[in-house]
């Protein structure tokens, strides 16, 4: 049996639901003023929730190579550790790449780098708590991926709804290394192998002889199977020619 109000009809009881009127578009989630909104970061502020993932995905070899007379990494167990190890690598990022910071005059707090030759990128500023009441501001050049070909300066990356903002290195990173390049690599490689293999047997079948054409697959099967095993070895690094 319907209970409450639910004996009446959909529409009378929309009928009685207070009218709010037009709802602003920065007011409803998702659209795109609402992101934009949020979007909207002025150029010194206070703000926690950085997260610490600034040289996310490097190997030994990039960080040594951009960061080996930097300031050394910051390390520590309580909340504010992530702050300071977040400082810490801006700050190695922007010495080793040599960029140089401009101080008083018409470009105050602007940087300029030695690779960009006439060129003066904007900067901004963060200021992050790193223990008890003590907060450190860190000033980097901020630039798109279009302004920075060459990949040096630092950008903003929104997610999660505008409600996450994390700072990253313009780094340009080849597809192919990533966990996800990789994977597709290997994806398309076995959809190849399995292609060719396919049509190895598809001819294999075409032979009228019965005997022949079973000799010709189980040829293919022996063949295909030594190859298997060959990269199985290939992968536990162990020499096939043992």
Not at 21 to 50: M, N
Not at 207 to 235: G, M
Request: charged share 30%.
């Amino acid at each position: 049996m319907p209970r409450g109000n639910r004996k009446e009809n959909l529409s009378t009881r929309l009928a009685k639901i207070p009218r709010r009127g037009i709802v602003p578009p920065e007011e409803i989630p998702g659209s795109l003023e609402w992101s934009q909104e949020r979007q909207c970061l002025p150029k010194t502020y206070d703000h926690s929730a950085f997260a610490e993932r600034f040289f996310e995905g490097w190997t030994n070899e990039e960080r040594t190579k951009y960061l080996h007379n930097c300031i050394p990494r910051t390390t520590g167990d309580n909340n504010n550790a992530a702050n300071e190890s977040l400082i810490d690598n801006i700050n190695r990022w922007v010495d080793g790449n040599g960029w140089q910071y401009i101080e008083g005059g018409e470009y105050d707090g602007s940087w300029v780098n030695p690779r960009y030759p006439n060129r003066i990128f904007r900067g901004t500023a963060v200021t992050l708590p790193i223990t008890g009441d003590v907060s450190e501001t860190v000033e980097f050049p901020l630039a798109s991926n279009d302004d920075d070909p060459i990949g040096l300066a630092c950008h903003f990356e929104v997610s999660i709804g505008g409600t996450q903002t994390t700072i990253r290195p313009n780094k340009w990173t080849d597809y192919d290394s990533t966990r996800t390049g990789r994977k597709q690599c290997r994806t398309n490689e076995r959809r190849t192998r399995r292609i060719k293999r396919a049509e190895a047997y598809t001819e294999a079948n075409k032979i009228h002889n019965p005997e022949k054409r079973a000799n010709a697959i189980a040829t293919l099967k022996a063949e295909f199977l030594l190859q298997d095993v060959q990269r199985e070895r290939a992968k536990m690094g162990i020499d096939n020619d043992d």
